[in-house]
């Protein structure tokens, strides 16, 4: 299995939470959004979160036929810190 992992954007915790809110239909001024985003922002908090990454990861099955023993890994930042 080869694999190419490109991470075009990374977002603030709190710029994060606040897209799924508005993403998934809640308003991001109700009691609801702000108590799931305290959620939200708390485990970040907990867990060291600084940032999420944005991008996508593509997976090929090289099979046994390639000749190859080990797989090709390629990781790619396109984002600005």
Same mark, same amino acid.
């Given at each position: 299995?080869?694999?190419?992992?490109?991470?075009?954007?990374v977002?603030?915790?709190?710029?994060?939470?606040?897209?799924?809110?508005?993403?998934?239909?809640?308003? =991001?001024?109700s =009691?609801?959004?702000?108590?799931?985003?305290?959620?939200?922002?708390?485990?970040?908090?907990s867990?060291?979160?600084?940032?999420?990454?944005?991008?996508?990861?593509?997976?090929?099955?090289?099979?046994?036929?390639?000749?190859?023993?080990? =797989?090709?890994?390629?990781?790619?930042?396109?984002?600005?810190?």
């Amino acid at each position: 299995m080869d694999a190419w992992f490109v991470q075009r954007e990374v977002a603030d915790p709190a710029l994060y939470v606040g897209t799924w809110l508005r993403d998934s239909g809640i308003d =991001p001024a109700s =009691p609801a959004a702000r108590h799931d985003a305290e959620q939200w922002l708390t485990w970040f908090d907990s867990h060291q979160v600084e940032g999420v990454g944005f991008g996508f990861i593509t997976l090929r099955n090289t099979g046994s036929a390639a000749g190859r023993t080990e =797989p090709t890994v390629l990781c790619r930042t396109c984002a600005r810190r």
